[in-house]
């Protein structure tokens, strides 16, 4: 009895522990890897931006009864950086017109957010779409394109005139009307406002936008501040309202039911003291203006989302000119994932760049065999498609597969090592794609015959940053720059190798001192002094033999470091991925093997 008991005991300690082992959380390839590239974006909760996301953009944009304008953006972008600060003092400027327009952004990095990105065929950052109110799902749909250049003046003045856009094909209703008056029966300037006994009329030549801009920030209150605007060359409409001298400058008008006129334009002739001119007047009158109640911005993420800060308390020294395997893996699941996955349809010269580009990677990526295999498979399935044309949906869904079936894919947990910046919206994908490919120019160059023709490294790069490349700023000056240095002259592998290098430390030097540059990781020619000694003559001009050789050496795949060092709280070193990836782990053996422990007991 007692034996029995005790035999009972251990069946129900094993038979928990089995189970607990079972459902621990213990992190896998894929959650790792999600964690390590989790972009902060470059917006947080308190921006007065609204921060959409796979999960939230159609409940939040569809069906509204007010617009939207929302920038597609990738935080690793330069363009993007630059434009953030705009785009943060955009939304602030037109702050008191939340209620009817918002000001939204979509980190088209975070992985998650690919298939809307890809639904509205983002081709490059930072794109800004308008979308009208009660905006509904289409393949056509995909709103309107405002250019993502200029300050806020501009930014404001753009919007203004889609709006007046919107308005004049019977859209945009549910703002008070934008469109200069031009009926020259002024008792018209009281329609919709039959019981007001005055009305506010701004008088502005044709390309000021300072009209609307006051309509706007009076729209929560259109029931008390009635406003209309009247352009110079209305010479008709001006004569009526007792005005002889066409105006050079804005002027603000009180216009009663008599035709009477009250001219109230303030000396300084701005939209704040505008908008207090017309505060000031109602005053007068005993009228008072509430306070709006304001949009309360990511109401829904604010308990939900994490906190968008760097959970890397310290950025990695400057680490010279050394190469990481992870971060080579990194940059193609990157460009996998959240680039060429992203496209709505992939045919033409598109199609031809794509199959290059794979053809590449398949001849000199230092992949492991599983990775090769993968990339061949993926290969392989692309050109199966039909008419040479395939859709980044299908692209993806082919992805998600061939990871499952060759798992793992990558040999360490995805994370940006030798690329990672100070911050994680710096360095990351652009360093990585630099690298890949003077890791590709110099395998080609160590695996085909010496002397051989061989432009294909340069041709395959040429087309994927024409083609994929998420930064339009960047790819259109890399385009520039491969036609003033002439990229499909090039001959030989060794040329290659040369090619690109020269190309990088003109970028670098382009960049040396931007706003974008990481002050961690200044941008400097290279290789330093310190680096090659041998790769300058005494007068400090360039050695290209000894560079030749240096960037040999740099980038030859013997001299990867395959190693994971432990450089954060967040890294996981080489030995605990091995022990994942060949189940040699307590966990896997009790999934395996405990049950049959149990039949026996």
Known sequence: MIMAKNNNSLITILITLFFLLVTIDTPNAASLNSKQNEFPGLYTLD????????????????????????????????????????????????????????????????????????????MGYPTVLYFHENYEAGPKNFGSPMKSFGGVDYLRAHLIEMLKNEQSKGSAKHIPSLLPYIDENVNGLWDLVENKPFVFVIVENTNSTLCAEIILDYAHVNDIVNIKCVKTNSSSILNKLSIVQIPSSPILLVVFKDLSVIPITPRNKSRTTFKNAIKVFLGSKDIDIPKQSLYEFNKDLRDSVPNFQNNIKESLNQMGDVVFQVDLENTIHYSLKHEISAMKIID??????????????????????????????????????????????????????LEQQYDPVYSLPLQWLGCRGSTPSKRGYPCGLWKLFHVLTVQSSELNPPGVDNNEVLTAMHGYIKNFFGCTHCSQHFQKMATDRKIFDVVTPDDSIIWLWESHNIVNKRLAGDETEDPSFPKVEFPTNENCQECRDSNGRWNRGEVLKYLKQVYSAQNIQKQMPDVSNKSVTSASRASRINSFDVRSIWIKYGWMLLILL
Do not use: M
Request: glycine share 6%; hydrophobic share 40%.
């Open 348 to 401: 033409g010269v598109r199609y031809e760049a794509l199959i290059d580009f794979f053809r590449v990677l398949i001849k000199y990526f230092p992949f492991g065999k599983n990775g090769i295999d993968f990339l061949t498979e993926l290969k392989y399935r692309v050109e199966q498609s039909a008419d040479n044309t395939i859709t980044g949906e299908a692209i993806s869904s082919h992805i998600h597969d």
């Open 47 to 122: 921006d007065n931006i609204e921060l959409l996301t796979n999960d939230n953009f159609d409940k939040k944009l569809y069906g509204k009864k007010y617009s939207w304008l929302i920038e597609f953006y990738s935080s690793w972008c330069g363009h993007c950086q630059k434009f953030a600060p705009f785009w943060k003092s955009f939304a602030l400027d037109v702050l008191d017109w939340t209620n009817f327009i918002k000001i939204g952004a979509i980190d088209c990095a975070q992985e998650d957010n690919t298939p809307v990105c890809r639904q509205f065929e983002i």
